[in-house]
């Protein structure tokens, strides 16, 4: 450690530009992290704060909320108890003559069932008549307020805010919660039709009846439209940016290393054991990777503060612990690539240099 | 007893036509409290000879001993605390850690080597023996090649070495220098009672010297 903070210490410039890089490949991991979990948690918000276990859908409608429809005769024998809640899923544009329409998902809901009960409200009050809607706080951010009448899909009837929620989001849109004879309206032309799905929080519920039929959530999650490509594009480059910082913290070391391996042999001669170098070499990679990656954490913090609302970023503290973490492991392993020079290196090269 | 010896000591390098022998039969001793120089011309086999006292290689043949103990069985983490503790180095470019300053060049071996290493006291006099007392803040290369050489004696001193090894250390010094260095050895030896080992082709330090050793061609002779 000696060696290492001394040199850092005397070789500002040099180092100062190693920490740079990591600097700039932590902060680009930390963006890219929390982009990815912000995207992802937008896509199934609302799947989470229901508590879903289990997702019953039309079998034949792909896994997707969205195509799914129950009737009656599918819905006859099912067994709603206080852990399952009736959803009427629709996509809607909702419009207002003074603010900008919004591309969200309508969810009629029922007031007796859970998903309504457990409403997590900003302000205002949950919907109890027909014509009232209660919304994400997505669409307060856009400018909304309470008592704003809404058009939804260009219908003639107007459905009043009375109040936002938060975590209501599926699929990256905000949800707009009303009555299940709404989404019916909504959804026109399919009188039989009684739901969407049936969400349940019980672990094992099962229900396998005309057409419905019994998703874990995790199957559910994984269906929704982009998630899985989204998720696995961001795990691509996060990858990509490790292994980048791997080669650059190792190249870097082993550049600077090869530099030093006159003043190494200076050393090994003067009777510097070879582990007071190789520790020297891997705590100065940390010392750069830890430096790095608290100013880009630093930074990240501040940007993630500076970014608007609608930037889906959840710089959460997993994130941070994950990503430093990460980095400094792969500083670790970068760092002991030169250590097999160090440890070749001949003493009585020392001599007659 | 003298403090180092070799006997007949033979370095072989390479093999079959490209076989190179360094040293041949090597004889040599010194005792605390000389100077000794070991002289000869470039390839004479000089250099061999000091990494070979100094145990940073091992010879084909022969027999090295300090205070009297085989060096040549040691293994490599032997020679290196016998090295820390035993043998002092002082190279032709003085090889200061460059990034260190003065006292951070000592605090190096504080790190290394727990005990056994100069006191304050004593460290504060030998500074002041070499005349860098003012120089204890400055980087290597905010110095001359002078001061970086008594420098270098200091830390080579610091841990206590019952032997100096300096390979070439008037190499770019001019003659008042030359003369001033070989003082330093000569009391250094005296005062501190080390065996100081002079390699170099330098004639200048001959007046200084107990002893002289002349080598050529991997043969080693006693001049004086």
Partial sequence: MFLAIKEIKREKLRYGLIILMIFLVSYLIFMLSSLAVGLASENTQAIKSWNTQEVVLNKNANVSMNQSTLT????????????????????????????????????????????????????????????????????????????????????????????????????????????????KKLRQGMPD?????????????????????TYPVKQFIQKLPGHTAQNMTFELMIGFLFVISLIIIAVFLYILTMQK????????????????????????????????????????WITAMLLPAAVPMSFTPSIMIIGSVGMLLTGIIGSLIPIRSILKVDPAKAIGE | MAVIELKDVTKVFGTGSAQVKALKDVNFQANKGEVVLIMGPSGAGKSTFLTIAGSLQKPSSGLVSINGKDITKLSAKQSNNLRLNKVGFVLQAYNLVPFLNVQEQFQLVDKVKKQGNLSKEELTDLLK???????????????????????????????????????????????KNVEEVGKLFKDLAKSHEKAVMLVTHDPRLEQYADHIYNMMDGKMAKKK
């Fill in chain 1, 261 to 300: 391996m006159h003043n190494f042999a200076v050393m090994r001669a003067q009777g510097i054991p070879s582990k007071t170098l190789v520790g020297a070499t891997i705590s100065q990679s940390i010392i750069l990777v830890a430096v790095g990656v608290i100013l880009g954490l630093i930074v990240m």
């Fill in chain 1, 72 to 183: 009656k005769t599918d819905l006859k024998k099912a067994d709603i108890g206080s852990n399952e809640a009736l959803v009427g899923e629709n996509a809607v544009v909702a419009k207002h003559k003074k603010r900008p329409s919004v591309s969200s998902q309508f969810l009629g809901v029922k007031k007796s069932q859970f998903i309504y009960k457990n409403l997590e409200l900003v302000s205002g009050k949950k919907a109890t008549k027909n014509n009232e809607v209660t919304v994400d706080q997505d669409f307060k951010v856009k400018g909304y307020k309470i008592g704003d009448k809404l058009e939804l899909n260009g219908s003639k009837k107007k459905y009043k805010i009375v109040g936002f929620v938060k975590n209501a989001k599926i699929n990256i849109a905000p949800i707009i919660y009303g009555s299940m004879t709404t989404w």
């Fill in chain 1, 193 to 213: 039709v009684q739901a969407s799905a049936i969400i349940s929080r019980t672990n094992g519920y099962k229900y396998n009846h005309g057409n419905a039929k």
């Fill in chain 2, 129 to 175: 023996q070499l005349g860098i007392t003012d120089l204890v803040k400055k980087y290597p290369n905010e110095l001359s090649g002078g001061q970086q050489q008594r420098v270098a004696i200091a830390r080579a001193l610091y841990a206590n070495p019952e032997i100096l090894l300096a390979d070439e250390p008037t190499a770019s010094l001019d003659s």
